[in-house]
């Protein structure tokens, strides 16, 4: 592929091809009452009050099957939490001016999966769940939806297959296990041997490939749909996994007005979130932009070996952007970011909303987590510290700051701001992989 034509229409893609850490700033974000009306076409404030509503439903089962939901009553939710001590180490250690607060969203301890994938992944299996017992005349809409619990031989006759580099096989394969489906999940070269481990010990199929994510994907896709009794969670595309993880966006808003965090012109949110495919971070921003529209800027954060989402809008290349094509490794530690090709779905909606990508590097990834160990005690895995290249970078890069300077986010309004990185996994990390992690340098 000519890569020489796309550099010479976005010059801020010459630093990506090289794989350096960087921003790109999209050229596309547009005011958000401008795209409303065609956003919502695909996915509209109903569609993803219907999701929340879903879940609500089925807090009753979650709570019965996995005890610890009690806290929150079966709602999988993680909390918010402001980590100013990460706050100083970063700008003392990095050079990085962060005005305003830094908090951290800790899906990294979301309950069940202990990743963001707890929101998408079981989302779906959840309302897949849901519309085969009401076909079958075993569930309404109305009933307590704890006895869910008790159509097991039901739902043993159906599979459930995906294909993941870890996290979304383990989400999809425990809920799927607890209501009782058969699993199969295909997992790529990048996936972690503890997360096999822990899928087998749950009695899930677990289909190794030698290859990439994007293999895995189309394998079990292929054996899924051979099988009339299979539904297959489709991570490049599926609108079911965006809409559990748009569903994120009303529940931090409460947890925003619970610690009495303004969020309007004068009180601006940033937020930054790892992307692999792009679903979850694209699926939690499509439903933050809905809720504060031109309030909220969002920001993705993706390996600079593996710019996959960054790739695809910028290329307007969609689905069939591969980081190979840039002459990019897409080889990378942060195994939830490992996807050489991002989701045709969200490259799409997130076009017009997305307010750029920043890259890391590798041996960013491990100094973000001991940095955080040592400032915090949090512990979250090297695909979630992505996030914190956001807040690093927002005033250190030239491009960043001309992305502030154009969207209003003067240097009084920054120092009223709120950003978050959105920790996205490591809650299920074995105790010697985090000695492994804290050792690791790149
Ligand atoms: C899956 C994952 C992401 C990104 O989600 P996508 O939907 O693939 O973009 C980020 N961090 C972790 C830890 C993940 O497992």
Redesign the pocket.
């Known amino acids: 592929m000519n890569t020489d034509a796309f550099i010479a229409g976005d010059h801020g893609l010459a630093a990506v091809r090289s794989a350096e850490e960087t921003v790109w700033i999209n050229p596309r974000l547009l005011p958000f009452d401008v795209v409303d009306g065609l956003s919502q076409l695909v996915v509209s404030d109903d569609d993803i009050a219907d999701a929340a509503a879903r879940l609500r439903r089925f807090a009753p089962l979650v709570r019965r099957a996995f005890p610890e939901t009690e806290e929150t009553d079966g709602l999988i939710e993680s909390p918010l939490r402001a980590v100013p001590a990460m706050q100083k180490r970063l700008s003392d250690g990095y050079g990085a001016q962060i005005p305003g607060r830094l908090l951290l969203k800790m899906d990294?301890h979301l309950a069940i999966a202990g990743?963001?994938?707890a929101r998408?992944g079981i989302y779906e299996v959840l309302k897949h769940a849901e519309r085969l017992a009401m076909d079958a005349g075993l569930l309404a809409h109305d009933d307590d939806y704890a006895k869910i619990a008790d159509l097991r031989d039901f739902f043993a006759r159906y599979t459930m297959q995906v294909g993941s580099?870890?996290?979304?096989g383990m989400s999809i394969g425990i809920m799927s296990a607890a209501i009782g489906f058969h699993v199969r999940v295909h997992m790529s070269a990048d996936a972690k041997q503890w997360k096999k481990d822990l899928l087998r010990a749950h009695g899930v199929e677990v289909i190794e490939y030698a290859d990439d994510y994007s293999r895995a994907v189309a394998e079990g896709r292929r054996a899924s749909d051979a099988d009339p009794m299979s539904h297959f969670v489709d991570?490049e595309k599926s609108v079911d996994?965006f809409l559990g993880?748009a569903v994120a966006a009303e529940r931090l808003a409460a947890q925003l007005r619970a610690q009495e965090i303004t969020v309007d012109r004068e009180h601006p949110l940033i937020v930054y979130?790892?992307?692999?495919?792009?679903?979850?971070?694209?699926?939690v921003s499509y439903g933050l932009r809905r809720l504060y529209h031109d309030d909220v800027h969002c920001f993705?954060v993706e390996p600079a070996q593996c710019p996959s989402?960054l790739l695809g809008v910028a290329t307007q290349r969609f689905e069939r952007a591969n980081v190979h094509d840039f002459g990019i490794t897409g080889k990378t530690d942060?195994?939830?970011?490992a996807?050489a090709s991002?989701?045709s779905l969200?490259t799409r909606i997130m076009t017009n909303h997305m307010a750029g990508v920043f890259t890391v590097s590798e041996a960013h990834l491990y100094d973000y987590l001991r940095d955080l160990d040592a400032s915090e005690g949090i512990r979250i895995?090297p695909?979630?510290c992505?996030a914190f290249a956001g807040p690093v970078g927002l005033l250190r890069c030239p491009a960043a700051r001309d992305y502030c300077a154009a969207h209003g986010l003067t240097e009084e309004r920054l120092h009223r701001a709120a950003h978050i990185a959105w920790a996205?996994?490591?809650r299920l990390v074995p105790a010697e992989v985090w000695e492994e992690y804290l050792r690791t340098y790149r």
């Open positions: 990294s990743s963001v994938k998408g580099t870890g996290n979304l991570d996994l993880y979130i790892p992307a692999g495919v792009g679903g979850a971070p694209g699926g993705f989402v942060a195994d939830g970011l996807c991002p989701s969200v895995e695909s979630s992505a996205t996994g490591g």
